[in-house]
């Protein structure tokens, strides 16, 4: 059971908006959901997720038990662009899912996975195997799945420590005339819209985006961009903050367009099984190609 009180500040939320921005770490459909099976009260009374609060009031939310999720083996196709005995690179399609979670439990990339490979990482638990970071459910591109627990150990130490080079390439709204340029403010997550980051507000974690034009459009530029961290949404977040949006990423404001164009283009990165150096990189979809 979660207690919560609104404040003044809270005045003219809908019930619904006010918990999601409270109890971020559930979708905003689960907790609509509660609401309807009455597991929300504001002053001990049931209420509607429409309700519009005042300030002030109580609001207890009796949380549903959430069912078990892990990774189920599916035969569906899996791009390999890289394998040894420590680390598997693949080609994640935009629009894949890569685990289960709220309202996707088949036709992940971890579902992939299971079925192609007899084993995997499990410092990420029974929904994460072998994922040692991720790429948006609309971004494409490389991303590296670790064997083993040691192995998924070194590659989260080159991330952390910053030592993997990560380039993308994005097509983003309008025309950028500088040749190249860094972006370099800190992201946090946004105060209203909490499915969001921002990079608008001058404070959160330090974040390091350069680009470099690759072409420009009659109403867009093609980009190649790299990132020095790791933040979420961090080319997104970052494009839009400097008033060029990825082309389709409407949740940050850019026009409507068949897919967000942003690709993980390479990953260059230390493998564990050999101690060398390894560039993986993923080919352009045909929406990119299109472009050059």
């Given at each position: 059971m979660s207690s919560l009180n609104a404040g003044a500040s809270d005045r003219g939320k809908r019930l619904d908006h006010y918990l999601q921005e409270q109890l971020a770490d559930y979708s905003r459909a689960r907790l609509q959901?509660?609401?309807?099976?009455?597991?929300?009260?504001?002053?001990?009374?049931?209420?509607k997720a429409s309700l519009v609060l005042k300030g002030g009031e109580r609001i207890e939310v009796n949380p549903a038990d959430l069912a078990p999720l892990q990774a189920t083996a599916e035969d569906l196709p899996i791009e390999i662009l890289y394998e040894d005995d420590a680390v598997i690179a693949v080609n994640k399609p935009a629009g894949l899912i890569v685990h289960a979670g709220a309202g996707a439990h088949s036709g992940?990339?971890?579902?992939?996975?299971?079925?192609?490979?007899?084993?995997?990482?499990q410092i990420g638990g029974d929904l994460r195997p072998g994922i040692v970071h991720r790429l948006d459910r609309g971004t494409s591109g490389v991303m590296l799945v670790a064997r083993t627990d040691a192995a998924h150990r070194a590659l989260a130490a080159q991330f952390a420590n910053r030592t993997t080079e990560k380039t993308y390439m994005a097509?983003?709204?309008?025309?950028?005339?500088?040749?190249?340029?860094?972006?370099?403010?800190?992201?946090?997550?946004?105060?209203?819209?909490?499915?969001?980051?921002?990079?608008?507000?001058?404070?959160?974690?330090?974040?390091?985006?350069?680009?470099?034009?690759?072409?420009?459009?009659?109403?867009?530029?093609?980009?190649?961009?790299?990132i020095g961290t790791g933040r979420t949404h961090q080319i997104r977040a970052h494009m839009a903050?400097?008033?060029?949006?990825?082309?389709?990423?409407?949740?940050?404001?850019?026009?409507?367009?068949?897919?967000?164009?942003?690709?993980?283009?390479?990953?260059?990165?230390?493998?564990?099984?050999?101690?060398?150096?390894?560039?993986?990189?993923?080919?352009?979809?045909?929406?990119?190609?299109s472009l050059q």
């Open positions: 959901s509660w609401i309807k099976d009455g597991r929300v009260a504001v002053n001990g009374s049931a209420a992940t990339l971890v579902n992939r996975l299971v079925r192609h490979f007899e084993s995997l990482s097509l983003v709204q309008g025309i950028l005339h500088s040749d190249s340029g860094r972006i370099a403010k800190p992201i946090t997550r946004d105060p209203v819209h909490r499915t969001r980051m921002t990079a608008k507000l001058g404070h959160g974690r330090e974040a390091l985006t350069d680009y470099r034009v690759l072409r420009r459009l009659e109403d867009s530029t093609l980009l190649e961009l790299r903050s400097v008033g060029h949006p990825v082309v389709g990423d409407k949740a940050y404001g850019a026009w409507a367009a068949e897919r967000i164009f942003l690709h993980a283009w390479r990953i260059t990165f230390m493998s564990p099984a050999s101690g060398e150096r390894v560039t993986v990189e993923a080919p352009l979809p045909p929406e990119f190609k």
